[in-house]
């Protein structure tokens, strides 16, 4: 069964570093999501991409924040320089295509903890 | 605005018990979609059902129904004889499009054996 691929699972750093997370979606997905999910609540979309272009980054945080999908393929979600309160879990989400009746399939996370 | 109430926090039962988790939304848009997903402990959202506005049927899967009421805002899911394997958060989602996906805060259930 085709599943969306993310690594790392875990990461530690300390504050003002700078971290990036991969992300392979399901094979044929052309519409890519990153959230990010503060303990104990819901994700939240951070960006959306329809192939290689941002459809959605409006819950960003653009100063510290950047996602990129090159080749509308896998994607990469940077943080530089990482604060405390970026400590979360990182998820990556892929459907078949924008807006109708889709569902978003989810990968297994990265859990960023900055120290 | 779209919003998804999930007001159990937590729930405890033993293993074959029957459970049922609510979920209330609120959205202007007559057309959405409700989506229920599981987070068991190693992360992963798992899709576990997707339903669109017009069609209030309810549905069973196994173990798993849902009751989807237009007239409470509510799309309720019910596990029956529950299972050590089923404890996990689950969340429900609101969306208008399929994209932007508005999630509750999830209630962890935990079934013991």
């Known amino acids: 069964e085709a599943e969306v691929a993310q690594s790392p699972r875990y990461k530690i750093t300390e504050k003002s570093q700078a971290v990036a997370f991969w992300c392979d979606p399901i094979?044929?997905?052309?519409?890519l999501y990153w959230y990010r999910q503060i303990l104990g609540q819901g994700p939240e979309l951070l960006v959306q991409?329809?192939?290689?272009?941002?459809?959605?980054d409006s819950q960003l945080p653009k100063d510290r924040f950047s996602a990129e999908r090159l080749k509308g393929v896998d994607s990469t979600l940077k943080i530089q320089p990482a604060e405390l309160g970026d400590s979360a879990m990182y998820l990556c989400?892929?459907?078949?295509?924008?807006?109708?009746?889709?569902?978003?399939?989810f990968g297994p996370g990265t859990r960023l903890l900055v120290l | 605005a779209q919003k998804v109430t999930q007001a159990q926090t937590e729930i405890s039962v033993v293993e074959k018990e029957d459970v049922t988790l609510d979920c209330v939304y609120e959205t202007r848009d007559t057309t959405y979609y409700l989506f229920w997903y599981k987070q068991p402990p190693s992360g992963e959202l798992v899709f576990l059902i997707r339903?669109?506005?017009?069609?209030?049927q309810n549905e069973i899967s196994g173990r798993y129904s849902w009751n989807f009421q237009k007239s409470t805002s509510s799309f309720n899911f019910t596990i029956t004889a529950s299972q050590v394997v089923d404890s996990a958060v689950y969340f429900c989602a609101l969306s208008a499009t399929g994209d932007d996906m508005r999630f509750g805060a999830g209630t962890r259930l935990t079934v013991k054996p």
């Open positions: 991409f329809q192939d290689e272009s941002v459809v959605d």
């Open positions: 989400a892929s459907s078949l295509s924008s807006g109708g009746a889709k569902t978003q399939y």
């Open positions: 339903r669109n506005s017009f069609d209030e």
């Open positions: 094979s044929g997905h052309a519409t």
